[in-house]
């Protein structure tokens, strides 16, 4: 039973920080692959940024230089470090894991992921 809890969304000033987390708790091998999505009103889900089990990371354009992605496999936690956040940064931030190498070619296809949180929401004014 694959469990994904997301924390430290809220509201921030344009060219604030904010860092989400997403505790992890499962089977051996289900979270190798990570990634985080987010989703604005009326708009598709989108991937943000993913890292893998080789610790290899792959980051939307939109994104790259803002934010990095980390994970503590020690402790369970999946981080999203997000810096000089604008207002089209505002959605629900969802958090999703697979037990399949994703790489730069899928991260961000979101069907690939079996699982996910409920989301955090990030809003930016």
């Known amino acids: 039973h694959v469990q994904l809890v997301e924390s430290g969304g809220g509201s921030v000033e344009s060219g604030g920080s904010l860092t989400l987390s997403c505790a992890f708790s499962g089977p051996t091998h289900t979270t190798d692959s990570m990634a985080w999505f987010r989703q604005a009103p009326e708009k598709e889900r989108e991937g943000v940024a993913a890292i893998d089990s080789d610790g290899s990371t792959n980051y939307a354009d939109s994104v790259k230089g803002r934010f990095t992605i980390s994970q503590d496999k020690a402790k369970n936690i999946l981080n999203l470090q997000m810096n000089s956040l604008r207002p089209e940064d505002s959605a629900m931030y969802y958090c999703?894991?697979?037990?399949?190498?994703?790489?730069?070619?899928?991260?961000?296809?979101?069907?690939?992921?079996?699982?996910w949180g409920q989301g955090t929401q990030v809003t930016v004014s």
């Open positions: 999703a894991a697979d037990p399949g190498y994703c790489g730069s070619d899928s991260w961000a296809t979101r069907r690939k992921y079996d699982y």
